[in-house]
């Protein structure tokens, strides 16, 4: 099997061993002499040892007995690994126990067996001491017993120097043994050397004014109060101090990202954006190389506090881009909280800066100029309504109207030479809705202006005008006028102009009334539901009408003597069968009867 083994271990190595086969089955091994000569034991080893059987002769009987001392030594180890000299020996040996041998027989044999044993022995030694002188003289050659080994002993030998080397049991112990009183070391402490730097550092505390831990006497506890209060107010204000200049932000670097950003010393907080505090310093300093027009803003809307809306604050919107800025803040917007927030509102809970529960508390405390801005909700105005003086800004919601009501159970009397509306709608209260009232919902003096946009005023539930201007101007854009069907929708009289935009007329006895020289103006309008005309002129009234429909029981157009609809352009009046009677065609309006549209 041994044999077997290494033959496969030299054919895996792509050793030439078919040499070897061939010789080995020409004469087979039969003794442990031939056994000494299989080449895979007998070149290595004599290569090694550097002999050859052609060496007695000439060499003394010293020598030839060392050689044959080492060759016995070889076939001896040779029969260690050989299974089947081990048999012939067990073999031998129960033989020998079935034949008795005579007592002088054995003693020959045992005398022989001493003497042979003791030249061994001695040749074994000189070999020894001879082997050890030439090595002391030359050396070992490391490189001419590598060459002199067989190619599966190269092969061993290279398995365990490199791929398996054998570690001891002893070799593990010991290193294990170095890492632990390494770590004993290492982990030992020097009491002595830790209370000497706490005694130190508790004085260098003492002298610097720090009382950490100390136990003065109490004759001294008045002065170290004294001093640690002086010292926690110079630790505040230093801390204020780095507040107000910015020296409590760093710029550091994030590992991920390796994008810059700002760390406040102080808090510890961390972001992204330039702090405020260094943008604000950053304006002041601008502001002191660029004067005025670069004041900062902050520093613009405290001044502009002081100054009434309109005209001071609306003159200083034009100086520059800064200026304007500062005078449209949004603090300076007056806020309305809805009836829906009235559990807000309970309570002496003290409202923020510019922020009223009813509108007529902002109005009350408004300027000329200022904004009143509505949340989403209801409102209730009772009589007898609204009574404004001054120009206003009166915003909602832009997007829908809605969103923002206005119950109105008076007037909005509008005197005010200037304002603007967007986004509200005015209608009247349900619990009044069942009363008849003769009165408008909105009513401008003369003199007044207001424009509107995104607006509903419906007067639904009154037998009153929805708005009447005398002498007063508006520009009204997408504006619903919505009201019963025996008033009337708008009212203009001595001279008033108005200009409706994208808006509708609906659900009126008459649509629009021009009187006293008024002039109205309509660009893309409908007039729908009119139990009567949609727009009547009297007076020398005068009116534009481009792109605009009619759709009602009456006629779309009526006018007396000395009025005129001029221009009148790219208009449709939807008429039913019993309104071609007497129907007159108008120019500019082109007539569809209901019965062909869609």
Known sequence: QKR??????????????????????????????????????????????????????????????????????????????????????????????????????????????????????????????????WQTKVGMDANAIEAGLAATERYGLNFRETIDPFYSIFEVMEQRRKLEALEEKEEEVDIDEVERIKAIEEKNAIDDGDLLGTKPPPQDLPRQRRVYLREKARLRALKKIRKLTGRNWVTKTDAKTKSSFWYNTDTGEAIWDKPKVLLELDAMELAYREKWNAMPVKLLVRIMEYLISFPDRTSCSVVCKQWSTAATDASFVRHVLPVEMSSFMQGNRQMEHNHYSTIHEALSIAQPGDTIELGDGHYWVNEPGLDIRFPLKIVGDENDPSHVVIELSGTVVWRARGGFMEGVTFRRPRISSGRTMEQEMLRMESGARIDMVHCVLSNEGSNGRVASLTAAKGHWFDTHIKGSANGC????????????????????????????????????????????????????????????????????????TGSVFSPCQGNTAIIGASQTKNLKPILGVRFIHEERTD
């Not at 009212?491 to 659900?507: D, F, G």
């Not at 109205?520 to 020398?540: A, M, R, T, V, Y």
Request: charged share 40%; with cysteine.
């Open 4 to 133: 077997n083994l290494d033959q496969i271990v030299m054919d895996e190595g792509k050793f030439d061993s078919n040499e070897h086969q061939q010789q080995r089955q020409k004469k087979p091994v039969t003794d442990a002499g031939d056994l000494a000569r299989d080449v895979l034991s007998k070149g290595s080893l004599r290569d090694i040892l550097g002999v050859t059987q052609d060496a007695d002769p000439l060499e003394d009987e010293d020598d030839v007995a060392a050689m044959r001392g080492a060759q016995r030594e070889a076939e001896d180890e040779l029969k260690e690994f050989d299974e089947s000299i081990e048999y012939q020996k067990e073999a031998e040996g129960e033989a020998n126990d079935d034949d008795e041998e005579s007592p002088s027989k054995q003693k020959d044999n045992s005398d022989a067996k001493e003497e042979e044993t003791d030249a061994e022995k001695k040749a074994e030694e000189e070999m020894v001491k001879e082997f050890t002188a």
């Open 489 to 560: 929708g708008i009212q203009l009289e001595n001279e008033a102009k108005l200009e409706l935009e994208e808006s509708q007329v609906i659900n009126h006895g008459s649509g629009i009334w021009c009187r006293g020289g008024s002039h109205l103006k309509l660009i893309g309008c409908f007039f729908g539901s009119n139990n009567e005309e949609g727009i009547s002129l009297q007076g020398n009234s005068r009116c534009e009408i481009f792109k605009s429909r009619f759709a009602g029981k009456g006629p779309p157009l009526r006018k007396e």
